[in-house]
Nanobody, 121 residues
Framework: QVQLVESGGGLVQAGGSLRLSCAASGRINTINTMDWYRQAPGKQRELVAQITYEDSTNYADSVKGRFTISRDNAKNTVYLQMNSLKPEDTAVYYC???????????????WGQGTQVTVSS
């Protein structure tokens, strides 16, 4: 029903920048939240940044001031601008969408395939 396609991952030196993109397609409720999660080897998946349809945002403490999440509601596309990258940011980054499927079944969650971000020293 919903597909998330990510792009923008890669290898970057510490202090550099990357911009991740995630385009959602399919039957998507206009009232939705899109997120970026990440998972480093041996660690749990964590929420990095979140943005609502109304552009309200939320960030993990570890990325505040360095990362910026934004979205294009018309395209159902979310972006993550990552500046001042640190080796600790190295992880697989996953795009996530949550929307209200219907009033009976409630919310539905969808995940992207993940994109590798590697920050070297």
């Amino acid at each position: 029903q919903v597909q998330l396609v990510e792009s923008g991952g890669g290898l970057v030196q510490a202090g550099g920048s990357l911009r991740l993109s995630c385009a959602a397609s399919g039957r998507i409720n206009t009232i939705n939240t899109m997120d970026w999660y990440r998972q480093a080897p041996g660690k749990q998946r964590e929420l990095v940044a979140q943005i609502t349809y109304e552009d309200s945002t939320n960030y993990a403490d570890s990325v505040k001031g360095r990362f910026t999440i934004s979205r294009d509601n018309a395209k159902n596309t979310v972006y993550l601008q990552m500046n001042s990258l640190k080796p600790e940011d190295t992880a697989v980054y996953y795009c996530h969408l949550r929307h209200l499927r219907n009033m009976l079944s409630g919310h539905q969650d969808y995940w992207g395939q993940g994109t590798q971000v590697t920050v070297s020293s």
